[in-house]
């Protein structure tokens, strides 16, 4: 190598000579990364369901790697002046730290991944593997958060100017540190309130939740916020610190089955025990009826009509709210049909005048005719 570049020397101005060697290295180790990525999966074939996803998540560090050691290797034959070497160097270093910054994130990555193999999704009742998804999305967003601060303050301490910044402002503390600090709580805060919600799982991944007003699912735990999925598709952003400073429901805490509820106002004339018949008949027909609670009570009572509560259980949220629907539309469709006696009505009593009763009133003569 040190004899081409010799030969180029006199043929090839100097300053094509370095950034054509190490232009060439890049693509060199580029070339020697293909071949040998082709020949790792024609080794290992398409069935194995563990190297496979390795060697994708690998693909973007490995690549860096063998373009460091290329130009490692070719930058001492570079005929370059020192100032450019000296940046070169320079650069080689922060890449290097992006590249073990790169090389931790995708370990976290690939053991997380791992460690989730264990744990079915596909279940109804699948709270465990909720609550281990929950905490492993959550420490491995952490963790990453942590190592690109740490990565990228290793790689701004590398600059002379930034370096002596950084001690110059340590140095100064005072209201620069108190203004940092204010700055930084929000992201702090959250930060906390993430590892809180890891450990003590007040919501998980797919957990049901009403929050303002507005119900969803828990689609995505952040670093910094949680992702609400709504029932009509929108998405709310909330912040992490909000699930552990605010109330809010959350409807598959410990278990996913619910509870709904149908009021219908009827008349005093209404037969409640065969309403409740047909209401235990509606259950049974139902295909998402779950078995557990079938029930209907007068609640209330005004002057006009009585207050009928109905119980249904259903296996989940959206279950139990498809399940009160047609409740209701079937118990209002048997009133209509074969109880219209039981909807409500107004009664009015008409009278004749008091007078015509009153003996001590004088008496009225109706006109006769002519």
């Known amino acids: 190598m040190q004899a081409l570049v010799q030969q180029l020397t006199g043929v090839v101005p100097d300053w094509m000579i370095g950034p054509g060697l190490i232009i060439g290295a890049i693509l060199g180790a580029l070339l020697v990364y293909n071949i040998a990525r082709a020949l790792v999966k024609r080794a290992i074939g398409s069935r194995n369901s563990i190297l496979l996803p390795i060697l994708r998540r690998t ?60 744990f079915r999704d596909d279940i109804t009742e699948n709270f465990l593997a909720r609550k281990h998804v929950t905490q492993v999305r959550v420490f491995k967003r952490v963790i990453d958060t942590l190592i690109i601060i740490v990565a990228v303050s290793a790689a701004l301490m590398t600059f ?23 700055a930084a709580r929000p ?9 809180q919600i890891a450990v003590t799982q007040p919501i998980r991944i797919e957990d049901a939740v009403i929050i303002e007003n507005e119900w969803g699912w828990v689609e995505d735990i952040a670093s910094t916020y949680v992702v609400i999925r709504l029932w009509d598709w929108r998405r709310m952003v909330v912040p992490l610190s909000y699930f552990i400073e605010r109330p809010f429901q959350n409807w598959t805490r410990d278990a996913a089955s619910l509870i709904g509820s149908v009021v219908l106002h009827v008349d005093y004339a209404a037969d409640v025990p065969r309403i409740r018949r047909r209401l235990e008949e509606v259950a049974k027909e139902s295909k998402i009826w779950d078995g557990a609670v079938v029930n209907l ?23 139990a709210w498809d399940l009160r629907c047609e409740v209701r539309e079937k118990l209002i469709a048997f009133l209509q049909r074969e109880m219209r006696e039981a909807l409500p009505r107004d009664r009015a009593d008409i009278s004749p005048p008091l007078s015509l009763f009153d003996p ?11």
């Open 59 to 118: 693909a973007g560090p490995v690549r860096l790697a063998l373009c460091l050691v290329a130009v490692a290797l070719v930058l001492p034959l570079a005929p370059l002046n020192e100032g450019w070497r000296r940046a070169l160097a320079h650069l080689f270093v922060v890449a290097t730290i992006a590249l073990v910054g790169w090389i931790t994130i995708r370990v976290v990555d690939m053991v997380s991944a791992r460690y989730l193999q264990r």
């Open 360 to 370: 001590q009133s004088p008496p009225h003569f109706a006109a006769a005719p002519t």
């Open 297 to 319: 009570q007068v609640v209330d009572t005004n002057a006009r009509t009585m207050e009928l509560r109905a119980l249904v259980s259903a296996r989940n949220a959206p279950q």
């Open 187 to 195: 992201l702090l805060s959250n930060l906390i309130a993430g590892v």
């Open 160 to 182: 002379d100017s930034v370096r002596q910044y950084g001690v110059s402002l340590f140095a100064s503390a005072g209201a620069a540190g108190l203004i940092v600090g204010l």
